[in-house]
């Protein structure tokens, strides 16, 4: 009779925990993925999540347009293709990009699976475990998990209502160094920016140019809101004004359809083909045919025009965010208004944690972004991104009146436990660095 003792059962949740790489400690769901759940139900209203409203796409023509490849081109666009993406695409997208300033070659481009994908290849290619990536505070909840997940170290550097503010840049880049830290690059979105809503300044953008130059600092360029702008004409790209230091990202999720999952890096040569490489060990390459129906669409549909529709919608959107916020929110909340992109930051008073009264907000049938997931550090506590892109006018109207309203009721409670402290149950995890506030 065998009489081995019966081995206790393991009380670890995943068998497999010993056995990750030391990288997967980097690996955490971000806060919007852990609010999509709760934030689709109809009854919510989200003002959470960056979707791209599509509603406006002429989808007869891009049906017909896909109908007409799989019929004339079918055993191409179902078939594998370069790991730098098809020609044809690559040449449109220097004509997109032209719009911003930027005059490149077709073969300096590497189209990617989102520009999300790009991030993921440049910090790949570039990033060693403990390098530093400069990033403005706050910074795409995206961008931060890529670097987490490479095992980077993120050194914020504050902004403003005119975006990066270089003395900041300046600031980061020496306390950083004096540390004996090596820096890889500065990731910046200059335009319309995810998640504070400013936009780079014309007259800093040279100055933040010259001094990543001057310290040989590479600058990864995120541009997926450039051509989203609600009045006058696009800015100019850094990379327009910079060939060598510059690494640009664009996307087709934002001024066509995200589900294509189309973006692309303007690259250095040398970069480019580092690009190139990594890209074929992740994917081999590109989807073939996702590349072909956008090339079709460009080729074959009033794009700029379909741009224009787009920029007008967000617009109104816009107006109905920032006019229910003026009309609905307590006198101690500060936001900005955007001039295109999806997005308004809104801080309210200190000691407010809006990570904790996010449950009092779904409650009443409102969602939003808390701060914190956009920031390394735990900061953000205080801030909220809030999203004007999907909704319509009149459910923007109603998420602003139920989320002022809960928001009333977090002040209540602080009169009632005191102003001058956290309301008991809300612990702060840090403060906020300076609104962005032009109300």
């Not at 309210?348 to 809006?354: K, P, Q, R, T």
Request: proline content about 7%.
């Amino acid at each position: 009779m065998d009489k081995t003792p019966a081995r206790a059962p393991s009380t670890r949740l995943d068998p497999y925990v010993d056995r990750y790489a030391a990288r997967t400690a980097g690996m955490t769901a971000s806060e919007i993925r852990a609010l999509f759940s709760v934030a689709s139900r109809p009854e919510v209203v989200s003002l959470a999540g960056g979707m791209p409203n599509i509603s406006g796409l002429p989808l007869d023509v891009v049906g017909g347009a896909i109908s007409d490849l799989v019929a004339d081109k079918g055993p191409v666009a179902m078939q594998y293709g370069s790991g730098q993406g098809v020609p044809e695409l690559r040449e449109q997208i220097t004509e997109v990009m032209r719009l911003e300033g930027i005059e490149a070659h077709p073969d300096d481009v590497v189209v990617t699976v989102g520009s999300q994908q790009a991030v993921d290849l440049v910090t790949r290619v570039f990033c060693d475990p403990g390098d530093v990536v400069l990033c403005e505070a706050p910074s795409y909840v995206g961008a931060l998990g890529v670097f987490r997940s490479y095992q980077c170290e993120v050194v914020h550097a504050e902004m403003d209502a005119a975006g990066l503010v270089p003395d900041a840049l300046r600031q980061a880049i020496a306390s950083t160094r004096a540390a004996g830290k090596t820096i890889k690059f500065v990731y910046t979105i200059p335009n319309f920016h995810n998640p504070a809503g400013v936009t780079l300044s014309a007259e800093r953008r040279p100055e933040i140019l010259e001094i990543c130059r001057s310290e040989g600092i590479l600058v990864l360029e995120d541009n997926p809101y450039g051509l989203l702008g609600f009045d006058g004409e696009p800015m100019r790209a850094l990379r327009a004004d910079e060939t060598d230091g510059v690494i640009y990202l664009g996307s087709f999720s934002k001024t066509f359809a995200p589900g294509f999952r189309v973006g692309w890096a303007l690259a250095p040569a040398s970069v480019r083909e580092k690009l190139v490489l990594a890209q074929e060990s992740a994917t081999l390459c590109p989807p073939q045919f996702s590349q072909m129906a956008v090339s079709a669409y460009l080729a074959n549909h009033d794009w700029q025009g379909q741009i224009k529709q787009f920029r007008e919608m967000y617009r109104e959107r816009r107006d109905a965010m920032t006019g229910a916020l003026s009309d609905l929110m307590p006198a101690s909340c500060r936001w900005n208004v955007p001039d295109g992109g999806f997005y308004v930051w809104l801080t309210l008073a200190a000691g407010i944690d809006v990570k904790a009264m996010l449950p009092r907000a779904v409650s009443a049938r409102v969602a939003y972004v808390p701060g914190t997931a956009f920031f390394a550090d735990g900061y953000g506590s205080s801030s909220m991104r809030l999203s004007y892109c999907y909704p319509t006018p009149e459910r923007i109207r109603e998420g602003v009146r139920r989320l002022a309203g809960v928001i009333d009721a977090e002040l209540e409670l602080r009169e009632t436990f005191g102003a001058t402290g956290p309301i008991p149950g809300l612990p702060l995890r840090g403060t906020d660095y300076p609104s962005y506030d032009t109300n």
